[in-house]
T-cell receptor, first 116, second 111 residues
Framework: DADVTQTPRNRITKTGKRIMLECSQT?????MYWYRQDPGLGLRLIYY???????NKGEISDGYSVSRQAQAKFSLSLESAIPNQTALYFC???????????????FGEGSRLTVL | GQSLEQPSEVTAVEGAIVQINCTYQ??????LSWYQQHDGGAPTFLSY????GLEETGRFSSFLSRSDSYGYLLLQELQMKDSASYFC????????????FGDGTTLTVKP
């Protein structure tokens, strides 16, 4: 089983619909992230959480919200989806407590969202 | 903030050596990382340089020069399976150590 699991893997929806992407991890990491990837571009940070009570906006948080339900679960919501939110979304985790912290990110397999 | 620049595409032949460069602008950072991504799959961590110099991991090596604001990923003995996108990323002091990614370099390995 994957250490970082995202659901759904693919979703097609219509403009104005509310969408939730879920992420769960079995790695025991404290930090979780949501990134967005558009074709030909790198990964841009939407939101991040350094522990259950800590939620922070990333560089492109407008139109998104998140919830850290438990250390292992971090969900991303699009309250009213629009076509330019069509993208590949990745959840990632990292462990701040390891020795020689490299900030290594462990990614899920991605959730491909299409907004019509 | 941080910004990183990488070439968008690189092509090389099987068995060759290829270098993917990354130049960055940042006010201060912990280190430079490299990630590999195959066909829109999950990016995977390749290497990390906290200090100047070369880090070697099998066929892959990564280099950092803080004075030149420059790093590179060196792939030796290229194999077809190395065809993928490669991203450099910096963990900055000013954003709680979060990683900021470059736009990636698509490497195509030809027979």
């Amino acid at each position: 089983d994957a250490d970082v699991t995202q659901t759904p893997r693919n979703r097609i929806t219509k403009t104005g619909k509310r969408i939730m992407l879920e992420c769960s991890q079995t790695k025991g990491h404290d930090r979780m992230y949501w990134y967005r990837q558009d074709p030909g571009l790198g990964l841009r940070l939407i939101y991040y959480s350094f522990d259950v009570k800590d939620i922070n906006k990333g560089e492109i948080s407008d139109g998104y919200s998140v919830s850290r339900q438990a250390q292992a679960k971090f969900s991303l919501s699009l309250e009213s989806a629009i076509p330019n939110q069509t993208a590949l979304y990745f959840c990632a985790t990292s462990d701040s407590r390891g020795q020689g912290d490299t900030g290594e990110l462990f990614f899920g397999e991605g959730s491909r969202l299409t907004v019509l | 903030g941080q910004s990183l620049e990488q070439p968008s595409e690189v092509t090389a032949v099987e068995g060759a050596i290829v270098q993917i460069n990354c130049t960055y602008q940042t006010s201060g950072f912990y280190g430079l990382s490299w990630y590999q991504q195959h066909d829109g799959g999950a990016p995977t961590f390749l290497s990390y340089n906290a200090l100047d110099g070369l880090e070697e991991t099998g066929r892959f090596s990564s280099f950092l020069s803080r004075s030149d604001s420059y790093g590179y990923l060196l792939l030796q003995e290229l194999q077809m399976k190395d065809s993928a996108s490669y991203f450099c990323a910096v963990r900055g002091y000013t954003n709680a150590g979060k990683s900021t990614f470059g736009d990636g370099t698509t490497l195509t390995v030809k027979p």
